[in-house]
């Protein structure tokens, strides 16, 4: 089938016969990693990263997806169950849309705790989660005017921990929108000599344990990573907002059938290494298990653990 007869087919399917099905596989795949451990974490909630990466694209292509400084972008807003990497909520918008603007149109699970860079700082949009019963784990934006309601000084400095304090939001629009107390721990990171503060809602876990729930947000960023390296846009199967989001979702549809082959023949390798696997595969006639089994992969494909605490937009 030639790419202009794809083209126009996707012009015409309506993409959410493809996010239907994602959300039938989410749905499918999510319980059977809903006890999966996470490095330096141990907790029981429900435990989700999120985060938006970017597509650059052609604006004169994309005439629809437009992003900043007159560049064409398309941007796809994810949130990630950590226990095992799966993508739970999908949004695909043009490139301007607001990262803190999803917040708006998610739901939120009582006991689940949503860790999130700076770029969801809306001290509204935090409130309902504090109303849903759920948690949040996020960095600070500077400057933050708080006043320190009380201080836990049982601390271990050579664990990186410098602070865990109950403050109070004084900026009078900020202490209307967010008007209860927040917990601020300050973690010294000194492999690249700095402070990291973070502003969660959750006065229950240990401080060491903030920091670690935040490190573990590298995940959505391998997610997004691999997501880059199967989309190019130069390849996509049409430049319409119908034709982009069947793509995207064509991809996470194929990830999460990955991760559900992964748990039902109990294979030990990551379901990025186990795509570059099959990607190679798609004509051997040798059975799953015995293409896993071999474990020939490219090491670059095992995820690296991201340094998300100088490399945030």
């Known amino acids: 089938m030639s790419v202009s007869t794809l083209s126009r087919a996707n012009e015409k399917r309506d993409w959410r016969i493809f996010a239907q099905f994602g959300d039938y596989l989410i749905r499918l795949v999510r319980p059977l990693y809903e006890n999966a451990p996470l490095p330096n974490v141990d907790i029981n909630n429900e435990i989700f990263a999120l985060d938006s990466t970017t597509i650059s694209c052609s604006i004169n292509l994309l005439t629809w ?9 398309v941007k796809m807003h994810t949130l990630l169950d950590l226990r095992g990497s799966i993508p739970t909520f999908i949004l695909i918008t043009d490139g301007k849309y607001q990262d803190s603007n999803v917040l ?11 860790v999130m860079d700076k770029a969801y700082v809306d001290f509204e949009a935090l409130y309902r989660i504090t109303n849903a019963g759920a948690y949040f784990v996020t960095r600070a934006k500077a400057p933050l005017r708080y006043e320190v309601l009380e201080q836990n000084y049982n601390i271990d400095p050579t664990t990186g921990l410098r602070a ?7 900026i009078p629009k900020s202490k209307r929108l967010y008007p209860e107390n927040l917990r601020l721990v300050e973690f010294y990171d000194d492999q690249n000599d700095t402070l990291l503060v973070f502003l969660t809602n959750n ?5 060491l344990e903030i920091a670690n729930l935040y490190k573990n947000r590298w995940q959505v960023e391998v997610f997004f990573k691999w997501i880059k390296q199967n989309l190019t846009i130069k390849k996509l199967w049409g430049y319409s907002p119908n034709a982009v989001k069947i793509h995207l979702w064509v991809a996470i ?12 023949i109990g294979c030990n390798l990551s379901i990025y290494e186990m795509m570059q696997i099959l990607g190679i595969s798609v004509f051997d006639k040798t059975s799953i298990r015995e293409l896993l089994a071999n474990r020939q992969f490219n090491q670059n494909v095992k995820e690296l ?3 998300l605490f ?4």
């Open 65 to 73: 997806a437009e992003g900043k400084y007159s560049r064409g972008a």
């Open 104 to 114: 708006d149109v998610m739901d939120f699970w009582a006991d689940a705790i949503y």
């Open 164 to 170: 865990d304090k109950t403050v109070m939001l004084i």
């Open 203 to 207: 006065f229950e876990v240990l401080p």
């Open 253 to 264: 549809c194929t990830y999460l059938i990955v991760a559900y082959i992964k748990h039902a």
């Open 305 to 307: 653990q991201y340094d």
């Open 310 to 313: 100088v490399n945030e937009e």
